[in-house]
């Protein structure tokens, strides 16, 4: 079953490029991970979801509601942590999260002690008073308070200190082993790595890739690094299956996409004075793709 149904979402501002033709669905239970660098068109994908702004074309639905017909519906089952945040300076963090609380139509007084105990938070402390990492603790005490369906997370760890991304990424699998589905947006390719079951790409507004983590970092590429002492001419630049090649020196190293036996067999007919064969970071993957895309 699918929590959220995106089909050709487009969003111009003007004349100037939003998102064009986004599609991708997040199955239930899901934690699905949405990378590009900043511009890549990530927030206004999430901000059109949550009809905070209205797509030029296109369609979503969540739930399997209409998220333009049935917006105030779908917001009382979603909990969505923006990546900038702002709040009345002057409320204390308790006022905020009380006040946040009364939409919903139930009790969360237990939930927001927990959730504030859990993110190391002062509820007495005036929004002002806090610092970046502070506000956007209160910004994942809000957004998880009523207990969501979905999670939709847009670069949560801005400002949050390594020890509290940690606490961050596991109140996230938490809440997703009790079955809530997460969205979960970030230009951090490590977190996203860390974190989700399946990945889209975003480039200039447009989808170029989704696959699960493993299947994007495991047996359809490897990372080969050789150093020989060998004059190699690009030998292996020509290949086959080959790219991100970088030579210096007496050193190369690339990623290659293809029988592993291939390639060995090539590198059997140089001199190598060392060899390293592993497994491509998400990263490298990552840019693997924008580069053949651009």
């Known amino acids: ?3 959220v ?43 059109t ?16 509601l209409d998220i333009i017909k049935d917006s105030k519906e779908i917001a009382k089952n979603v909990g969505y942590l923006p990546s900038e945040i702002f709040y009345y300076d002057n409320m204390k963090v308790k006022e905020l999260l009380e006040y946040s609380a009364s939409f919903y139509k139930k009790d969360c007084n237990k939930r927001m002690k ?64 009790k079955g ?20 889209a790409i975003i480039r200039e507004g447009k989808i170029i890739k989704i696959d699960n983590i493993a299947a994007l970092k495991g047996d359809s590429y490897k990372k080969i690094r050789i150093e020989t002492k060998d004059s190699l001419n690009s030998r292996l630049h020509d290949l086959q299956g080959v790219s991100n090649y970088l030579e210096d020196n007496s050193t190369v190293s690339f990623l290659y996409k293809g029988d592993i036996n291939f390639v060995l067999k090539k590198l059997s007919e140089i001199t190598l004075t060392n060899l390293l064969i592993e497994e491509p970071s ?12 651009a």
């Open 1 to 3: 079953m699918n929590v």
């Open 5 to 47: 149904e995106v089909s050709k979402l487009t969003k111009y501002y003007g004349k100037h490029r939003g998102i064009i033709d986004v599609s991708f669905n997040i199955e239930k239970g899901e934690i699905f991970g949405f990378i590009g660098p900043n511009g890549a068109g990530k927030s206004t994908t999430i901000r």
């Open 49 to 64: 979801l949550l009809s905070l702004i209205y797509p030029t074309e296109g369609s979503a639905k969540i739930f399997g």
């Open 114 to 177: 927990e959730l504030t105990e859990i993110m190391e938070l002062d509820m007495n402390k005036k929004i002002e008073d806090l610092s970046l990492g502070n506000k956007k603790k209160v910004g994942i005490v809000q957004g998880l308070l009523h207990e969501p369906k979905l999670i939709i997370l847009d670069e949560p760890t801005t400002g949050l200190d390594p020890l509290m991304q940690q606490k961050f990424f596991s109140l996230i699998e938490e809440e997703n082993k």
């Open 180 to 199: 809530a589905t997460v969205l979960f947006s970030s230009h951090i390719l490590n977190e996203v790595q860390k974190i989700c079951h399946r990945v």
């Open 282 to 293: 998400l990263e490298e993957i990552f840019m693997h793709y924008y580069e053949r895309e």
